[in-house]
């Protein structure tokens, strides 16, 4: 397993959940049912979020059976959803998604780059 191409992984998941939690708490969430490019850039930071999550659980899935407290299955569902089912996005979904599990994430991620760092 390389170690520098898990790490980027990571760090890609995590910087696009950012991004998709900051893009979306930069307005409220009417703001967010009606503004088209919020949407969308929220979306496609969920969305590669999720990609790298998938490929992540494709390259490493020892790495993936060892934390399972990360929603592996739920992850490559959305990022199927969106990527196949463009105009069927239910946007409640994707604004709770970016508002309350995206920093979720992000503190699972940073407890796996914070521990293999203290650890090696």
């Known amino acids: 397993m390389s170690r520098a191409r898990l790490t980027l992984l990571l ?27 919020v949407q969308r850039a929220v979306g496609m930071s969920l ?3 999720a990609e790298a999550a998938t490929q992540l659980m494709d390259r490493y899935p020892d790495f993936v059976a060892d934390h399972p ?12 959803r969106m990527a196949h089912g463009y105009f069927e ?3 409640e979904r994707v604004w709770d998604t970016a508002t309350i599990e995206a920093p979720e994430l992000v503190d699972k ?4 780059l914070h521990w293999r760092a203290e650890g090696e």
């Open 69 to 80: 407290e990360f929603p592996w299955a739920e992850i490559r569902g959305m990022r199927n």
């Open 47 to 49: 969305l590669m979020a």
């Open 109 to 112: 991620i940073d407890a796996i």
């Open 11 to 37: 760090e890609r998941m995590r910087q696009a959940s950012l991004d998709a939690h900051g893009l979306a708490t930069s307005v409220d969430r009417a703001t967010f049912l009606k503004d088209m490019m």
């Open 89 to 91: 996005i239910n946007l």
